[in-house]
């Protein structure tokens, strides 16, 4: 970026400033001690910026973030660490650094880790990287647009750098381009900043880092596409805490801003031989969790603690997989791991969902579906080795025998009132099903029947075979009570919408409904001479109603005329 001295400079002052810079300007009243060992610093792991495992890395460190004085130090891999090359220093910005991004216009130079792929100045010195020979129509672009941060040639516009101009002045003689706002470390921002060089020609600048033309020369010839230059202020990029240089958890850091990101400084050394091989390191604001299998995650927040209530990797979740996800339903968010996901949304909190009560979940359209988001993480414990989960619509239960399904609403509240799966219906077997006006949901012990106009209620035991597989529902429709017992001889009867089911221990379940009911009933039903039926209602000769019973039957001929047989003379009048 622009090279410019401060307008209010003299020669003579600029002279002063330059004979001063030699011993290093007064320190700020907060600087802290200048790091003079970055190579070995960044050996020991105790670098806040990750350095990719790169095989050249340059470091320019100022004693504070208002400083524009650094110190400038170049690194090459050597062994499982690094060794120091060379040392000298520079400037930065008029400004000093900026705590992680800047943006035009600031004076600051931007502090991380960027890669160095591209240089410019007079003629190539034999460098590795991609290299443009300026020339009188060379620019770099600050204009708004297509060109903005990159090289090209051509009349330029009033915020394009003239690069002839300014390598005529002795500062781009040889220049390093510094992969700030740009491609391949991050996209490019418009008015984010532009044209940040590490450059020839020691100047405090609108951002670049400056040095003697000898020293950027040697970088250039030695730097590799994708070797690295560390800067900023030394407490923003140096910790006393340690990491492996080369590992997996320093690279996600630093890709998520190192100490300007959202994790914070770190907190803790790495910590290795976890499960699977796994480690991790605690930062300010989470950590970052790494394992052979899955990677390296950042850890934080609320779905952190929810991890935690599981057990970490230890527990039935294991690793992370992945980063949070947000764009959920009311600003949802989720992260997955080996064993399941968490999730967590405004006002409800994070809970893991995972097995088959996740999957269960799933098929119901997780937190879009009926059931909202999970309120409990799951519990264990219940009858048969089951286990439930508690959701913003209902529940989600599982048993080993009965599988997972979800209960919801009125059903479930007619549920509740059997004693959940300690009860008569035991646990569900089927989700809910649609049938007629209502749906019902099949249990172990029977099913439960719900439609507007009936409410819900449970159908147990033999009753519950015949509506789900007899065809009782057909010809009773909806239940409008429970099961009643009590009859002569062990007999139970259901009031349902359109006629009973009834039942004797001899007789089995049978539908009494309509003019074969009424003519029952005149019979004085299962305590007349005719007991209890022993079919359901069938078409008899000449389109006649039937139906059969303990001691006869009972007929109603097309025409309406009824004819019993087997009962007493006057039996039930």
């Known amino acids: 970026m622009k090279p410019v001295l401060r307008a209010s400079l003299s020669l003579l002052g600029a002279a002063a400033l330059a004979a001063a810079s030699l011993v290093g300007p007064a320190p700020d009243a907060e600087a802290s001690p200048q790091v003079y060992n970055p190579c070995t610093r960044l050996s020991a792991g105790q670098v806040r910026f990750s350095a990719y495992g790169a095989h050249r890395v340059t470091f320019a460190t100022a004693a504070s973030r208002s400083s524009d004085t650094v110190t400038i130090t170049g690194c090459v891999r050597s062994g499982a660490g690094y060794a120091q090359e060379w040392q000298d220093w520079g400037y930065v910005g008029q400004k000093g650094f900026a705590a992680g991004s800047t943006w035009e216009d600031t004076w ?14 007079r003629r190539n010195p034999g460098t590795a990287l991609q290299y443009h020979t300026v020339n009188p129509r060379s620019r770099w672009g600050g204009e708004r647009g297509a060109t903005y941060n990159q090289y090209f040639e051509g009349a330029g516009g009033e ?3 003239n690069l002839w101009y300014y390598m005529n002045q002795g500062y781009y003689e040889q220049a390093a381009v510094i992969n700030y706002n740009r491609r391949p470390d991050m996209p490019t921002v418009q008015g984010a900043s532009f044209a940040i060089f590490f450059h020839a020609g020691r100047v405090p600048s609108a951002g670049c880092v400056s040095t003697s033309l000898p020293r950027v020369t ?15 202020a030394v407490d923003d990029v ?11 958890i320093s690279a996600k850091y630093g890709s998520a801003g ?9 907190a803790s050394d790495e910590v290795g031989a976890r499960r699977d091989g796994g480690a991790y390191q605690i930062f300010r604001n989470g950590a970052i969790n790494w394992s052979p299998r899955t990677g390296a995650h950042i850890s934080q927040g609320a779905i952190r603690s929810a991890w935690a209530r599981n057990g970490f990797e230890d527990g039935p979740l294991g690793y992370p997989t992945s980063e949070e996800v947000g764009g959920l339903r009311r600003g949802g968010v989720y992260q997955t791991y080996q064993g399941g996901a968490i999730v967590w949304a405004p006002g409800v909190g994070a809970y893991a969902t995972r097995g088959a009560i996740r999957s269960a979940y799933a098929a119901a359209g997780f937190e879009g579906g ?4 999970a309120v409990s993480d799951e519990t264990g414990g219940l009858r048969d080795g089951g286990a439930f989960q508690l959701f913003q619509g209902g529940a989600v239960y599982w048993s080993p025998a009965a599988g997972a399904h979800p209960s919801l609403g009125a059903i479930r509240t007619a549920w509740a009132r059997t004693g959940y799966e300690a009860g008569p219906l035991g646990y569900p077997t089927s989700d809910e099903l649609r049938v007629g006006t209502g749906v019902y949901q099949r249990y ?17 035991g033999d009753f519950a075979a015949a509506m789900t597989t007899g065809g009782a529902f057909a010809a009773v429709g909806f239940p ?10 062990g007999g139970a009867y259901q009031s349902f919408q359109n006629g009973l089911l009834i039942a004797s221990p001899s007789t089995g379940v049978h539908v009494s409904a309509g003019p074969l009911r009424t003519a029952w009933g005149r019979t004085d039903f299962e305590r007349g001479p005719l007991g209890y039926p022993t079919s359901d209602p069938y078409s008899g000769p000449g389109g006649a109603l039937v139906q059969d019973y303990e001691h006869g039957r009972i007929a109603i001929a097309a025409g309406g005329a009824v004819t019993i047989t087997g009962s007493q003379p006057g039996a039930g009048a």
Request: net charge neutral.
């Open 108 to 121: 600051k130079s931007p502090s991380g880790s960027f890669s160095i792929t591209e240089a410019l100045g």
């Open 159 to 161: 915020s394009d750098e």
């Open 218 to 232: 040697r970088l250039l010839q030695t730097n590799r596409p994708g070797d690295r230059i560390i800067m900023g």
């Open 238 to 248: 140096f910790t006393p805490y340690s990491s492996n240089p080369f590992g997996a």
């Open 258 to 266: 190192g100490t300007f990101g959202p994790l914070g400084a770190p």
């Open 370 to 373: 009926p059931l909202g988001y």
């Open 444 to 460: 172990q012990g029977g099913a439960l029947y719900w439609s507007p106009a009936t409410g819900a209620h449970a159908v147990v």
């Open 480 to 489: 409008v009570g429970d099961q009643v017992a009590g009859l002569v001889r």
